[in-house]
């Protein structure tokens, strides 16, 4: 029978907070229709990488139970890459190449949260919409050799981001743990860069998964 915690916390017109999370970082990475079309690249694939991210929370109250949010926010993570190369001089022999490119994503979503009824201290939701990323990543990468490149990445990417979470309701703090994902929309090869790991592709774009906890 107890009363519930910070009853009036959702009434607030605007309020703040920060996240912390993980990230899975997979570039979708699709051939070029005539692959393999030389005798060095047999293959490759992408593999999904660990990262983790920090930000800041600006919630907007929309209607009781529509809220418009602004999350800045850093992630950090790597670009996988695995390629079977063939020996240049037994074409049979192959062999795997991995790769890695180190991402920086500064992302700046936003997003609808469109909550339930609040049941006691709990509160499910869901979260959609849209976000700039800029891959700090790549000024790092313009000081390398041209010939240390595995490929040019564009630093600019826009995503749609889908997702479900849950609020829960302390004593002086909101609570929340949430799960989602990013879809890019734009090729991010950089297609005026040609090499063997490279002309073998036809496009890339990143998709994200992200468990976020928060706290308001």
């Known amino acids: 029978d107890r009363p519930p915690n910070i009853p009036y916390f959702d009434d607030k017109t605007i309020h703040f907070g920060f996240i912390l999370g993980y990230n899975s970082l997979y570039s979708n990475m699709v051939s070029n229709q005539n692959f393999p079309h ?3 690249i047999m293959g490759f694939n992408a593999d999904r990488s660990k990262g983790f991210q920090i930000g800041v929370i600006s919630d907007l109250r929309l209607l009781s139970f529509v809220h418009l949010r602004l ?15 063939a020996d240049r ?12 490119l180190e991402v920086i994503y500064l992302e700046a979503p936003l997003e609808l949260k469109v909550q339930s009824k609040r049941w006691r201290d ?39 981001t889908l997702g479900v979470g849950f609020d829960f309701y302390l004593e002086y703090f909101k609570f929340g743990v949430e799960l989602k994902s990013s879809f890019g929309l734009n090729d991010i ?28």
Not at 89 to 99: E, F, L, M, V
Not at 127 to 138: A, E
């Open 38 to 40: 030389n005798d060095t």
């Open 122 to 160: 709990f509160r499910p939701y869901l979260i959609g919409g849209m976000k700039y990323v800029y891959d700090l990543g790549s000024i790092k990468r313009k000081k390398l050799n041209e010939d240390e490149f595995l490929m040019k990445i564009d630093n600019q990417e826009l995503m749609y």
């Open 89 to 100: 001089n037994n074409i049979n022999k192959i062999h795997q190449t991995k790769k890695d």
């Open 71 to 85: 999350t800045p926010t850093i992630s950090f993570a790597d670009r996988l890459f695995t390629y079977d190369v």
């Open 189 to 216: 090869l950089d297609h005026n860069f040609n090499n063997a790991y490279t002309d073998c592709i036809d496009k890339i774009k990143s998709q994200i998964f992200y468990i976020n906890l928060t706290f308001e």
